[in-house]
């Protein structure tokens, strides 16, 4: 596969953190964006030196693995060994070095680390820029390791690796078992939950509600439109260049984006029209939120629902934002 249009997928970080300095003050925009990019560091070298073997160290057992990804072929399971029945943790592609892999098949191991590293990025920026300004730097940093080599890792390979969750339809005739093409819940509902339980355990709620309030400067309403925007057409580029959805004919790429499309359209509409109806004026951080709302709460179920529903997912979601 050829690896340029992935590197669109970087947009999805990106966006991420034009989100979120839509809404700093100056000084906090400062010192924030250095640590944007100090968190995508760490747990690019996390991701690489363990979370990828964790996550992926066992897709190659998945019987629709592509055959470049077949030295990837080695998962625990408190049931089974290393069989791929009841996986938990991959044992293979630590420091992405596959020891099994056959010559010229550690490409698409290296391309298959690539597409995923935005997604982990990404889930990794979301609790560290609510935590900057207001924990310590030590402690945004450890949380950032722990996303990208522990946390994150553990529930892909759950999902997307071949472990337990995807594997419930033919373990115990569950359906399709789990699946979620686009990350809601493996990336974006797990940073969530990573930044609530951050949140609560070292009780900043409250400083921050103590904060003086920013009127935002001409230039942030811009931002976090734009950040919108950019994570859209990352998170697209991510998901039509994902090597292990290609295989899977069950899914429909084309379908997928059309939907997801469309629930994030709705999902702004609606939450503009919220913020206009209660302030009287449009609320740009709020638009763009709602946005990428629409975006995550369309991304597993995108392949799957009709024209309707998708926009019906959408507006629910962007008027609970």
Do not use: C
């Amino acid at each position: 596969m050829d690896i340029a249009p992935i590197a669109l997928a970087y947009l999805l970080p990106l966006g991420v953190l034009l989100i979120s300095w839509g809404s700093w003050d100056d000084d906090r925009a400062r010192s924030n964006a250095t640590a944007g990019l100090f968190v995508m560091s760490l747990a690019a070298i996390a991701y690489a030196l363990v979370g990828f073997g964790l996550q992926f160290g066992g897709v190659g057992l998945r019987p629709d693995a592509p055959i470049g990804l077949r030295g990837l072929d080695h998962m625990w399971s408190p049931v089974t060994g290393s069989a791929q029945g009841w996986g938990v943790l991959g044992l293979e592609g630590f420091l992405l070095n596959v020891q099994s892999a056959l010559p010229g098949d550690t490409a698409q191991v290296y391309t298959l680390f690539f597409h995923q590293l935005p997604i982990v990025m990404a889930a990794a920026l979301i609790p560290a820029l609510a935590l900057s300004g207001r924990a310590r730097v030590f402690t945004v940093a450890i949380l950032s390791i722990l996303t990208g080599a522990f946390i994150v890792p553990l529930i892909g390979a759950w999902t997307w690796g071949g472990g337990w969750l995807s594997t419930l339809g033919s373990d115990v005739n569950f359906g399709h078992g789990f699946v979620d093409p686009g990350g809601a819940g493996v990336a974006f509902m797990t940073a969530g939950l990573i930044t609530l339980a951050a949140l609560v355990a070292l009780r900043v709620r409250k400083q921050a509600a103590d904060e003086p309030a920013q009127l935002p400067s001409i230039y942030q309403p811009l931002r976090a439109i734009a950040g919108a925007i950019l994570f859209g057409l990352g998170w697209l580029a991510w998901l039509t260049t994902d090597p292990i959805l290609q295989i899977n004919r069950s899914i429909d790429l084309s379908m997928a984006a059309r939907n997801v499309l469309l629930g994030a359209a709705a999902a702004t509409v609606l939450a503009t029209a919220y913020g206009w109806f209660t302030t009287g004026k449009p609320d740009p951080l709020l638009a763009a939120r709602g946005a990428v709302a629409g975006w995550i709460a369309m991304t597993a179920a995108a392949p799957f629902v009709p024209t309707w529903a998708a926009l019906a997912i959408g507006a629910i979601a962007g008027l609970w934002t």
